[in-house]
T-cell receptor, first 113, second 114 residues
Framework: AQSVTQLDSHVSVSEGTPVLLRCNYS??????LFWYVQHPNKGLQLLLK??????LVKGINGFEAEFKKSETSFHLTKPSAHMSDAAEYFC???????????FGSGTRLQVQP | NAGVTQTPKFQVLKTGQSMTLQCAQD?????MYWYRQDPGMGLRLIYY???????DKGEVPNGYNVSRLNKREFSLRLESAAPSQTSVYFC?????????????FGPGTRLTVT
């Protein structure tokens, strides 16, 4: 069975400083991994995905994530936070087949001016 | 190209009332999903439809029914609403069931049951 643990429920950074949102996964197979972002009262938008190609994945808005199989991690990073990055971020795993995604519980990112 | 649309955006129900949440996608996707989002719990799968004519239960199906009306539309019905069903409901679609495809989400329906 697959599962996802987001290690921080809240992260607060200052504008212009790096962002690190941590995610660990558990999967019996070679999973696909995703990061989604949800701005307040909005739907979910895909930031980036890993599907067994390059382990360093670049996404939209300057975000990237590195798939580390030995550590079962897929942490999301950004070199310099912007006020518009304030949102909730979900790490998601998919083992495929007919079933859907398994979501982490989310990390709320605050960006201080 | 509107993507995934959901109606209504907001709804208040009394306990025991019924309602149907509508979802439509115009991307010609085969697979569609219904999730609920509760604070601190991420999104949990209610039902999904891998292709037109098929539906399957997800993680939290009790109290819900679904209909895959055609390839575009996938509705979620609450037959007798309960306060525990107060939540934000998201519909999603993806081209195929395979794991490498991302899902595309609608804007959500915020439901309150009193």
């Amino acid at each position: 069975a697959q599962s996802v643990t987001q290690l921080d429920s809240h992260v607060s950074v200052s504008e212009g400083t790096p962002v690190l949102l941590r995610c660990n996964y558990s999967s019996s197979y070679s999973p696909s991994l995703f990061w989604y972002v949800q701005h307040p009262n909005k739907g979910l938008q895909l930031l980036l995905k890993y599907t067994s190609a390059a382990t360093l994945v670049k996404g939209i808005n300057g975000f990237e994530a590195e798939f580390k199989k030995s550590e079962t991690s897929f942490h999301l990073t950004k070199p310099s936070a912007h006020m518009s990055d304030a949102a909730e971020y979900f790490c998601v795993v998919s083992e495929g087949g007919r079933r859907a995604l398994t979501f982490g519980s989310g990390t709320r990112l605050q960006v201080q001016p | 190209n509107a993507g995934v649309t959901q109606t209504p955006k907001f709804q208040v129900l009394k306990t025991g009332q019924s309602m149907t949440l509508q979802c439509a996608q115009d991307m010609n996707h085969n697979s569609m999903y219904w999730y609920r989002q509760d604070p601190g719990m991420g999104l949990r799968l209610i039902y999904y439809s891998a292709s037109e004519g098929t539906t399957d239960k997800g993680e939290v199906p009790n109290g819900y029914n679904v209909s895959r009306l055609n390839k575009r539309e996938f509705s979620l019905r609450l037959e007798s609403a309960a306060p525990s069903q107060t939540s934000v409901y998201f519909c999603a679609s993806k081209p195929e069931p395979g794991q490498s495809y991302e899902q595309y989400f609608g804007p959500g329906t915020r439901l309150t049951v009193t």
